[in-house]
């Protein structure tokens, strides 16, 4: 059953349901007369004398070229075609998906002039299944992401590849497959289609999605390593929270007191013990993780507004005005991809560093070195923790910002852009290391957790130990553990280990 979604209107929830779930979208049919009312005025100002951009002109340097009428459908398919230029691994079919529906809502504002035909292809490729196949890299983020909707569009004209029913085929085949028929682009619809921001906002908010669910794995993660580590929860308090202010670091705080409520570990050294602080790894989460908290939310409120926008070029606006401007521009994408990088930075390394403290029995109150039973003949989760600096590193590197780099394109008509597709892409590899590091904590912390047997932990951090076990055993003698490290990878981006955990943060406030 498709999604009914209202253009302008649509939240970071409804956006997550269509990406995770693949759900299908259409359109509330009250947008519909704007939508026809705005493809009217292109289709008028197709055949009048004054020049439009991408209307009756070429396109970008070639703007000063005047199309004859009769040229239109051929000016809006050539441009599809000699900007399907893309390189490189196609996106996941599910990023894809959501660029479709992103487009739809754009499409939908009735500002556009494209005529309904095509945004009921649109809707009738998600129900279906077709799935154009999209390169990921060609796109600088300005004048819109120009080659990967180029392909997204080629399919639209029966032109290009796409996925249906797990297969690769021609647009043409798929399209005839699912019983869907081609459009003949009419007045400006293929510079509408192309120009905009849909590519770069799918892959921010892919980006945000998934690091906004390793960001309450971290504070499980974190909560373990505190206990195993004997670590305290006194800095988790709320008045020092508030104090300060920050509704993030007040957030957090709250949830690693709820996820350690009750555990016999910290029991056992509330008194007596010789430490006075933490080290900082331990001690300042709800800084740390309250400050990227803070952050994805901000992402969160400016990418929902960019899934909302219309951001092609020229508009239509007022009554029968067609006005060029500057709307496919995206960078409030790219700050927005350079700060879900930085999150996804940080939440690995204070989570390495909480690893780094685990292994060693220095800092780890009493745990055996490398958290194996039998070190020297054993070396545990030795380098399990190497491992998990060497991702630490790359994701530092790969944080470095993009959005201030540029460089000139087109005979330098667009002589500024975003680079936000790419910002926001290598989030995608950047949340797996992430999602790798976290893993290596959730073993570690589980291992510390075990060895201060018979003292228990929480039970909500029972109940997360509990899946682990499932998949993966204790560790007592040395055994070939890459295996290991990948499930606890993957098992970090299961909804499922947050289960028993009660952690209630919501991305959208």
Request: hydrophobic fraction near 45%.
């Amino acid at each position: 059953m498709s999604m009914i979604v209202q253009p302008g209107r649509v939240s970071l929830t409804q956006l997550e349901e269509i990406f995770r779930a693949a759900t299908p979208v259409q359109l509330d049919r009250s947008v519909k007369p704007d939508v026809e009312r705005a493809a009217a005025i292109i289709a008028k100002a197709a055949k009048g004398d004054a020049a439009v951009y991408g209307v009756n002109t070429g396109f970008g340097k070639l703007a000063k070229t005047r199309i004859a009428v009769e040229d239109t459908a051929t000016l809006q398919r050539n441009l599809i075609l000699s900007h399907s230029s893309g390189v490189g691994e196609p996106l996941a079919p599910h990023i894809v998906r959501l660029m479709m529906v992103l487009k739809l809502l754009s499409l939908g504002r009735g500002a556009s002039g494209v005529r309904w035909a095509l945004i009921e292809l649109l809707e009738q490729m998600l129900e279906k299944g077709v799935t154009p196949i999209v390169p990921g890299q060609g796109s600088v983020g300005a004048s819109g992401d120009l080659a990967p909707l180029a392909h997204m569009t080629a399919v639209m004209i029966g032109e290009g590849e796409a996925d249906y029913q797990g297969q690769r085929m021609s647009g043409a085949d798929a399209l005839r497959r699912a019983g869907l028929k081609a459009v003949v682009l009419g007045p400006k619809e293929g510079l509408a289609m192309i120009n905009g921001t849909q590519t770069s906002t799918a892959l921010a908010l892919a980006g945000l999605f998934e690091a906004w669910h390793l960001a309450k794995i971290s504070l499980l993660t974190g909560a373990m390593s505190t206990d195993a580590a004997m670590g305290s929860n006194a800095p988790f308090h709320e008045k020092i929270q508030t104090l300060r202010g920050h509704q993030g670091q007040i957030d957090a705080a709250a949830q690693l007191r709820n996820l350690l409520e009750g555990s016999q570990i910290r029991d056992s050294h509330l008194e007596n013990d010789e430490r006075v602080q933490d080290p900082y790894c331990l001690r300042c989460q709800p800084q740390v993780m309250g400050a990227v908290i803070g952050m994805l939310r901000q992402v969160g409120y400016t990418l929902r507004i960019e899934a909302n926008a219309v951001t092609d070029n020229p508009l239509v606006v007022g009554d029968d005005e067609i006005i060029s401007g500057g709307n496919f521009h995206a960078e409030p994408v790219a700050f927005a991809a350079d700060q879900i990088a930085l999150a996804i930075s940080e939440m690995g390394a204070i989570a390495q560093r909480r690893i780094a403290l685990l292994v060693d029995p220095v800092l780890s109150f009493g745990l055996p070195a490398f958290l194996t039973p039998n070190p020297g003949l054993n070396s545990g989760f030795m380098i399990a923790e190497v491992t998990s600096a060497a991702l630490m590193s790359e994701n530092k590197q790969k944080a470095a910002p993009c959005s201030v780099d540029s460089t000139p394109t087109s005979a330098n008509q667009e002589d500024h852009v975003s680079m936000a597709c790419h910002a926001a892409r290598r989030l995608l590899e950047m949340n797996q290391n992430l999602a790798h590091i976290l893993g290596i904590e959730l073993l570690s912390a589980t291992q510390g957790i075990r060895l201060r047997a018979p003292l228990a932990t929480s039970t909500k951090l029972q109940a997360a130990i509990k899946l682990v076990r499932q998949e993966v055993s204790a560790l007592d003698d040395d055994r070939y553990i890459s295996p290991d490290l990948v499930k606890a990878g993957a098992l970090v981006r299961e909804p499922s280990l947050l289960d028993g955990a009660s952690i209630d943060l919501a991305l959208e406030v």
